[in-house]
């Protein structure tokens, strides 16, 4: 199987490369009425001593130019987008549609509840299935993203213990596999992070767990399936250890979409989680957003929730702003309201039934690929993964040592695909983190299994070929450090006005 690489695309110019003197996109009518002066309007220290330089281009060219550009970029509904850790997930389309419909986009946020019943009746009913499918007992929808989520979730934590007059409790624990905001999450909150070293198969070492806790712990923060794509085998062993010492278990539900309909965090021993929708159900993911980052939690901690919460009393639904216990407000009003009827939408139109078929289809997908591409890859952790799997270039760099991980998804690109997440997590040197989404077709995973075996074949027999990569992108292989340290981001350099 030989992947064809694609055509080289041709770097679009700028849109002032492309303006000329005297072109115009539209032509304004005479306004009818006499011209003031800008003079006498702004004050002279907030007027421009000299006008902008704009592009001076028709319409149409705009039009096609935009539409260049937007072809350049590659995304999920151009193709396969390999990302693990992120899970670009499948969106369909009708979740928009029902998300931005004209009863929901102009609902003005000062509407009276009397007069907004239906999108109070969204925000109970997500509230409803997310604590059915987390298996927790309330739910808060205001949070902007995951991140915000897992902020507030050691917000009600360290809440709940100011309140019950436990001040001795300074410490979150906290897996080395962790996502990054797990211990930012808990040292804006002040607590001191204590990481855990996990253990050969890329799972929490229980005895070195146990060494760290103690009655200064209030929570651990753990992913499950980990960072590394593997379900915590001892997870009710954990949950039991920490409830012992007294502290909190946080589920960082990244990854619920490879559970879901499987098992529940909370019946697991999960006192709090976020939820990102995003990577679950459908909204948009990272810059595509707003976001949406749902907080579930235990009876324990429920006072805690930020307000309000959408509540019914048998006949009209309501925002309970009647909970002294709670962190406060972090949205302002509902939160990103259209995430949410997106959210529902798509759970409603799978149902129970689709959700755990979306969580199986999510794991059979990821373990096809890591069986197809183990004989060529080194596989981190060999064993049954379940949404996304790790391979490093360990089998590459005996042909080249310069033949890193990086090099290897540069040359992907030049297959037509967005590289996966490499170099994370931490604890994997040199790790592809590859993560199928469900919805991709056989075929689909084929053509990207054949793409990954001509690499590695180039890797043994045109080395050059990979480290020179990637071809056939409108820009080569760029100097990553350079860019991250020196951005240069204005067309007009430091001329600019």
Same mark, same amino acid.
């Given at each position: ?30 306004? #009818? ?22 592009? !001076? ?45 004209? #009863?929901? =986009? @102009? ?14 009746? +969204? ?25 915000? #989520?897992?902020?507030? &979730? ?14 001795? @409790?300074?410490?979150? +624990? ?18 001191? +992070?204590?990481?855990?070293?996990? &253990? $050969? ?6 005895? @070195? ?22 379900? *915590?085998?001892?997870?009710? *062993? ?5 409830? !012992? ?43 595509? &957003? ?18 309000? +919460? ?31 009827? @997106? ?96 919805? *991709? ?19 043994? =027999? ?19 450090? $350079? ?15």
């Amino acid at each position: 199987m030989n992947a064809p690489l694609l055509n080289t695309p041709v770097l679009e110019p700028s849109i002032f490369e492309l303006s000329h003197a005297g072109a115009q996109g539209v032509s304004l009518s005479a306004i #009818g009425v006499d011209e003031t002066p800008l003079e006498s309007l702004i004050p002279p220290e907030f007027l421009r001593e000299t006008a902008p330089r704009l592009p !001076e281009i028709s319409q149409m060219d705009a039009v096609r130019h935009f539409l260049r550009l937007s072809q350049l970029n590659h995304c999920i509904d151009k193709e396969f987008y390999p990302l693990g850790s992120c899970t670009m997930k499948y969106n369909p389309k009708v979740c928009d549609y029902y998300g931005m419909l004209d #009863g929901l =986009t @102009r609902l003005h946020p000062m509407t009276p509840g009397h007069l907004s019943q239906g999108a109070l009746k +969204i925000i109970y009913t997500l509230q409803q299935y997310l604590a059915d499918i987390t298996g927790f007992d309330a739910v808060s929808l205001q949070q902007a993203a995951g991140a915000q #989520g897992e902020l507030v &979730g050691i917000m009600m934590i360290k809440a709940h213990f100011a309140h019950i007059g436990d001040t001795q @409790r300074t410490e979150v +624990i906290v897996p080395d596999s962790a996502h990054g905001t797990n211990p930012a999450s808990a040292a804006m909150c002040g607590y001191k +992070i204590v990481e855990i070293k996990s &253990g $050969a198969n890329g799972l929490v070492d229980l005895d @070195r767990l146990k060494a760290a806790l103690s009655e200064k712990t209030a929570a651990v923060m753990l992913t499950n399936p980990s960072t590394v794509g593997l379900f *915590e085998k001892d997870i009710l *062993e954990i949950t039991r250890l920490v409830h !012992e010492v007294g502290a909190f278990m946080y589920y960082d539900g990244a990854n619920l979409n490879a559970v879901m309909g499987q098992a529940k965090p909370a019946q697991m021993g999960f006192d709090v989680m976020h939820i990102n929708t995003h990577k679950t159900f459908a909204t948009p993911h990272g810059g595509g &957003g707003p976001g949406c980052g749902p907080v579930a939690v235990t009876k324990t901690l429920a006072p805690y929730l930020p307000a309000p +919460i959408a509540d019914f009393d048998g006949q009209q639904y309501f925002l309970n702003e009647d909970r002294p216990l709670s962190v406060g407000k972090v949205k302002a009003f509902y939160g990103n309201f259209e995430m949410m009827a @997106r959210a529902l939408t798509y759970i409603q139109a799978y149902g129970s039934q689709g959700l755990s078929q979306v969580s199986q289809d999510a794991v059979l997908n990821a373990n096809y690929l890591k069986a197809c591409l183990q004989e060529d890859y080194q596989v981190a952790f060999d064993q049954v993964c379940k949404h996304e799997f790790i391979l490093t270039n360990a089998k590459q760099k005996v042909h080249d040592s310069h033949l890193n991980t990086m090099a290897i998804v540069k040359r992907l690109m030049d297959y037509g695909y967005h590289p996966p997440t490499v170099y994370f997590p931490l604890i994997v040197p040199e790790a592809m983190m590859i993560e199928p989404t469900e919805t *991709e077709s056989k075929a689909t995973l084929d053509h990207f299994v054949a793409a990954m075996k001509a690499i590695a074949e180039e890797c043994r =027999t045109q080395p050059e070929l990979v480290l020179n990569a990637p071809h056939t992108t409108p820009v080569s292989k760029v100097d990553e450090v $350079a860019a991250a340290r020196n951005p240069n981001l204005n067309y007009f350099g430091q001329s600019a006005s």
